[in-house]
Structures are given as structure tokens and as C-alpha cells.
């Protein structure tokens, strides 16, 4: 196996994420590496800030900043709260940015040696009209990356 130190496992608190928890936290547990969870809250493009108030995009920012946190910290509760007790290193962090470019530049910041996420699964029109921040992580990393497909 790997000598896996530091594991970053990407969510968006999605169906795909709750099918790759169990992976990140049986290899964390296996490896004794250090697990980090990130939350990317995906920005509004320049196009639609455009047509909002700035006021009301800050303050819907900090809302949602807000309630991703607590969706943070109850997603740790429910799926690692027995590996912290065990004394695994478990950390977090929310943050807004852009999506699959923050889950690199995350993963590079912590010196993570994989990345886990979900994926969503999708196909055909609905893949090439939306895209996929797990493809796009796949295509750019310079890590290994385990997806999980939900």
C-alpha cells in the first residue's frame, strides 16, 4: 500500500460524498495519515454578480458560508468522530472559490498524497452541459485521486 501521510477528501455534503466517506476513513485509519475535509463553496460567475446588488451577494455569501460550516462540522460529527477519538488528525475547512481549481490548490497547500471525492454519476447531455469538478480534479492533479462514483 501507499505511504499515504496526508489524505484530502474533497465534499459537497452530496450523495457522492456519503459513498466516499467510508473510503477516506478506512484509509486514513489504515494508513495513520492525517485526513483533511474541504467544502468549496463554487462562486457566482461575473456575469450573474452583474445583475445582483453587491450588498445582497455579500450577505447571501456569508449565509451560505455560515450554513456550510454547520454542515461541515455535522458531517465530521457523523462520519469521523470515532476516528478523532481513536486520535486521528481530522481537520476542516469551508471556503468560496471556484471549484476543482481550490481542491488543487488545497491539496498542494496541505502536501496531500491523494485526493477523495464523490462523483455525481452523471452521463451524456447532462455531463457535457454541467461538467464535473471530480473530472476536472482528475484531468489537473498531479496526485493520485480516488473517485467514487454514487
Known amino acids: 500500500m501507499a505511504n499515504y501521510k496526508t489524505l484530502l477528501f474533497a465534499t459537497d455534503f452530496s450523495e457522492g460524498a ?13 494508513t495513520g495519515a492525517r485526513l483533511h475535509l474541504l ?3 463554487t462562486e457566482l460567475s461575473d456575469k450573474r454578480r452583474k445583475r445582483v446588488p453587491a450588498d445582497v451577494i455579500d450577505t447571501f455569501i456569508r449565509e451560505v458560508t455560515r450554513q456550510a460550516r454547520e454542515d461541515m462540522d ?10 478523532v477519538e481513536q486520535g486521528f488528525e481530522v481537520t476542516q475547512k469551508v471556503e468560496v472559490g471556484a471549484g476543482y481549481e481550490d481542491i488543487l490548490a488545497e491539496a498542494s497547500r496541505i502536501q496531500a498524497d491523494l485526493i477523495i471525492m464523490g ?10 452541459l454541467v461538467g464535473s469538478t471530480a473530472e476536472r480534479v482528475v484531468r489537473n492533479s498531479i496526485i493520485p485521486v480516488l473517485t467514487v462514483r454514487s
Request: aromatic fraction near 6%; charged fraction near 25%.
Open 74 to 83: 455535522h458531517f465530521c460529527q457523523q462520519h469521523f468522530s470515532d476516528a
Open 119 to 128: 462523483t455525481h454519476g452523471r452521463t451524456g447531455i447532462e455531463k457535457v
Open 18 to 30: 456519503e459513498k466516499a466517506v467510508d473510503h477516506a476513513r478506512t484509509l486514513a485509519k489504515m
Open 39 to 41: 467544502h468549496v463553496i
